[in-house]
Structure formats: structure tokens, C-alpha cells
């Protein structure tokens, strides 16, 4: 293989992919968070910021993006949801294609993309791996996050393809719900088989 092996990283919410990502990061492999490089586009200055102020008026200021002001315009209204998305997708994929353009020399890259499969990314990528936990501890994680209801949970969860789904068309499954030590070697387990599969 003349290039990267793309190696997709999703999950629905609360699953724990961050901290996957981060044991990535940690054994060497370059990481595209998708998140992050949104809220880094939406602080001031921002590329995506005089689009969304043009689009949803009053959710941008001196600080940036009022996240919480435009996740209230948003919020169910999937018309509003639809327009910001093609605000933030184009953005966000021609700084990914900078990324890996910048890492093209190395053997492995993750691309870390929460709606990989809801927003049609996998066929983007060369294999795919979930983050899985069992949904008790998915929820007790996510409702312990600040400003989270029941309602909102729901809410989220009915925009995501189910854990189940997403575990049975994934390539590689990353356990979640057990000791950070188990999650970890399971993480270098899997760069050490693409590793071999690449010759990396």
C-alpha cells in the first residue's frame, strides 16, 4: 500500500471514543478528530464562523460560536440541522484532506468521525472500528454529563444507527464498558494487526 491505511473510528455517544482516540494518539498513530478540529473552526476568527452567523443570526459574538444558542436553533428542527451541516461538512473535509496529506508518509491514520456510518463516511475508509460499551454504562456516562436530560438522550440516541448495527458492519470492535487497561491493549492489538496488514 502506497498510502495510509484509513482506518475510521466511530460510536454512538458515551461509548468512549475520545479516550480510544487518545490511546491512539498515544502509541504514535496520527488522529483526525472531527469534533475537535469543529470546535477549533468555530472559535473566533474561525473559518466556519461568518457562515453560520450569516445563516443562524445572533449565535456568533466576540467569543466565537454560542454553541448553546445555536444547538437551541437546531435542536429538533432538522431543516436548521440540514443547513448547518452544509456549513460545517465542507470545512471540515478540506482540513481533513490536509491532514492526511501532511501524514501521507505514515503507515496508519485514524480518522475520528462520530456519524461515520449515519452520514455515509465508511466507503471514505479502509476499515472501520467501533467503540462499544453495554448501554447501562452509556447512559450513566452520558447523563452525568452536564446540562443532560433523559429527553435529550433520547433525542441524540434516535439520530444515531444503533450500537448493535453499527457493531455488526464494523471491521474491528473496540470494548469500552470494562478496566481502561483492557480498552488500551485491545487499541494496540489492533495497530499492531494493521501494522502488519500495511507493512508498517
Known sequence: MNR?????????????KSTVAAMFADLGVPVFDADAEVHRLQRPGGAMLPAIAAAFPGTVGADGLDRQALGARVFGDDGALARLEAIVHPVVAAERAAFMAAHQDKPLIVLDIPLLYEKGGWDAVDAVAVVSAPAQVQRERVLARPGMTEDRFAAILSRQMPDAEKRARADHVIPTGGRLADTRAAVAALVACLG???GG
Open 196 to 198: 502488519r496488514r500495511t
Open 4 to 16: 495510509p491505511f484509513l482506518l475510521g473510528l466511530t460510536g454512538s455517544i458515551g461509548m468512549g
